[in-house]
């Protein structure tokens, strides 16, 4: 099978069964594929607009390109397996205009993008209202996170939640705030919990669990691919940085 028509086949299959697919060998193969073909094109283009590699996070990168083959009833996959152009290079386009409107155009300021908020009326949610969302996220992250850090993971959760990024371009500001405050935390498991609990750019709405809890109490990780894919990645990023965390809290 030629590598052009191996391409839409997995990508049929990943839209007729979505969350069935990416738990399959196949499925990670494709998530490596994206890495390894869409990334570094859509990191190229990045530096070309004089973004530094901030706005091309690898892991971000992925997450916008399997929200995008799979939102709409898995539309864009569709759509890319049926192409007439290459099937990844139908991906990298829509790919690079939904981050294009992230970055704005070359002549934009970068502090001229929207705020990046949980939800619409963050200002006005209520501290109780407040408490118990971040009780929830912490009951999905703390089981994913290294022993060592559980206890303090509450109290970063909840500093998250009240110090939300007001800006893209102030994200990295932000993150540099919450590891000098949470000295335990590498920066690498400050930017994980960040992640996750705001939500990854560009689609910041649709990838925060703080932001999910918010909009509905009833909310269920569980039922949420691009969460569940989330959350996945958390795990892994922590684990990788396991080993590190107490070179941090012994130089604190």
Not at 179 to 207: C, D, H, N, Y
Request: aromatic content about 6%.
């Amino acid at each position: 099978m030629c590598e052009e028509a191996r391409q839409r086949r997995v990508l049929l299959k990943l839209a007729a069964s979505p969350h069935r697919f990416l738990c399959t060998r196949e499925g990670a193969a494709l998530l490596d594929e994206i890495r390894q073909r869409v990334v570094p094109a859509i990191a190229q283009a990045a530096r070309r607009l004089g973004l530094n590699e901030q706005w091309a996070e690898a892991d971000e990168v992925v997450n916008t390109v399997i929200l995008l083959l799979c939102e709409d009833g898995c539309r864009v996959a569709t759509l890319a397996a049926n192409s007439r152009v290459q099937p990844m290079n139908y991906v990298f386009q829509c790919t690079l205009r939904a981050m294009q409107q992230q970055w704005g155009s070359r002549w934009q300021a970068l502090d001229d993008l929207g705020p990046a908020t949980l939800s619409d009326n963050e200002s006005g949610v209520d501290p109780g209202i407040l408490r118990s969302m971040v009780h929830r996220v912490h009951g999905w992250l703390a089981p994913r996170t290294p022993p060592p850090l559980r206890n303090d993971l509450l109290a970063l959760l909840s500093w998250l939640a009240e110090n939300p990024p007001q800006r893209p371009s102030h994200e990295a500001r932000d993150r540099a705030a919450a590891a000098a405050e949470f000295t335990r935390f590498t920066e690498l498991q400050i930017a994980a919990v960040a992640r996750v609990a705001w939500g990854a750019r560009p689609k910041r709405s649709e990838t925060s669990l703080m932001g999910a809890v918010l909009r509905d109490p009833a909310f269920d990780l569980f039922d949420s691919l691009s969460h569940v894919r989330s959350l996945a990645r958390y795990s892994k990023n922590m684990r990788a940085e396991s080993g590190m965390w107490p070179s941090r809290a012994a130089a604190s």
